[in-house]
Nanobody
Framework: QVRLVESGGGLGQAGGSLRLACTVS???????IGWFRQGLGKEREFTAV????????WYADSVKGRFIISRDLASHTVYLDMVSLKPEDTGVYYC?????????????????????WGQGIQVTVSS
């Protein structure tokens, strides 16, 4: 059983930066890890995903160039570094894991494609 726990986040200012962390337990090397977010009254949306080795990443257009997803294999942690924050980045951020997705084949960009989820963590960006 995979368990994901998010940490970090909180309150940031427009133009500022925040870092989220997702600690993965239970076969952590077997999974692609994705970050999703959900604004108030909005559907959960894809943000970024990273491969098992931490060597290849994919991003939503809305965060490309501002967010960086990375993976520390030693600590089983996936990070989401967010810079140049915007108020529209506000929402609950979730990390998710699955061993079946393959972004090269257009999977891993939808929340329904992930089997395991963290509890979510709030990020609020003030203007």
């Amino acid at each position: 059983q995979v368990r994901l726990v998010e940490s970090g986040g909180g309150l940031g200012q427009a133009g500022g930066s925040l870092r989220l962390a997702c600690t993965v337990s239970g076969r952590p090397f077997d999974y692609y890890i994705g970050w999703f977010r959900q604004g108030l009254g909005k559907e959960r949306e894809f943000t970024a995903v990273i491969n098992r080795a931490g060597s290849v990443t994919w991003y939503a257009d809305s965060v490309k160039g501002r967010f960086i997803i990375s993976r520390d294999l030693a600590s089983h942690t996936v990070y989401l570094d967010m810079v140049s924050l915007k108020p529209e980045d506000t929402g609950v951020y979730y990390c998710a894991a699955d061993d079946r997705i393959n972004p090269y084949r257009d999977t891993g960009f939808r929340d329904r494609e992930y089997a395991y989820w963290g509890q979510g963590i709030q990020v609020t960006v003030s203007s």
